[in-house]
């Protein structure tokens, strides 16, 4: 009866080491039987218990882990790291995009060609002059608002005097401008003598000096 009994125990234990040791093989861990710190079965791989763990020796140290034991268990996988973002080259749109800032047009008119001296009345031949250098080209200056019509004078006479006549040509200009048919908003200024082009001796007789600060006696339109 006692030789029954051993005999049963050692029975059992043997079937709970195969099922432990079957339980190790369903996901077994390899490892060098030399440089292993776990306890082996004969056939190499790890034992494990029920619950995955693997069994270590007494002699284990962190440096013994392997992969599958301590830690993940699996070898850890490298993440992939997408590329940095590269902007692409701007397309150019289909769609016109209007300037900021319109372009400026400008024409200077020589007092002396369409008012007689001291004078702010336009003569014919002023008339066909600002037809021609002037209202024919406009119609470059695209998207022009406003027209800024400014008369210049030269030092000659009193800064008085200079204002009030530069301001009476550029009104003249101003208002055959609108005759033709300009409908941009016309602004009207009078600098008398400033922004001269160019300066002439004082040694010269007034005649000389008359015809030397020609330049300075002008109208200009710029348009805005």
């Not at 004969?42 to 693997?54: A, E, I, K």
């Not at 200077?108 to 336009?122: C, N, R, V």
């Not at 009104?171 to 300066?199: C, D, F, H, M, Q």
């Amino acid at each position: 009866m006692r030789h029954t009994i051993l005999l049963s125990l050692l029975l059992g234990s043997a079937c709970g080491f195969a099922a432990s040791s079957s339980f190790a093989q369903t996901s077994s861990i390899q490892v060098s039987a030399e440089k292993s710190a776990y306890l082996q079965d004969g056939s190499g791989p790890v034992v494990r218990s029920q619950d995955g763990l693997c069994w270590r020796s007494g002699y284990w140290d962190a440096k013994d882990a392997v992969p599958g034991c301590d830690g993940e268990l699996a070898p850890p996988v490298m993440k992939a790291i997408a590329p940095a973002l590269v902007t692409g080259p701007a397309v150019a749109s289909d769609q016109p995009v209007a300037p900021d800032v319109v372009a400026q047009c400008q024409f200077t008119l020589s007092s002396d060609s369409i008012f007689s001296f001291g004078k702010a009345i336009l003569s014919k031949s002023a008339k066909q002059e600002i037809d021609k250098n002037t209202i024919a080209k406009l119609a470059d200056c695209s998207g022009a608002r406003v027209l800024l019509v400014t008369g210049y004078t030269d030092h000659l006479g009193t800064d008085i005097y200079n204002r009030k006549l530069s301001t009476q040509r550029a009104a003249s200009v101003a208002n055959y401008l609108k005759s033709k048919g300009i409908s941009n908003r016309i602004e009207v200024n009078g600098a008398g003598a400033a922004e001269p082009v160019v300066t002439c001796s004082n040694k010269l007789n007034l005649k000389k000096r008359i015809a030397c600060l020609a330049p300075n006696r002008r109208v200009v339109i710029k348009i805005q």
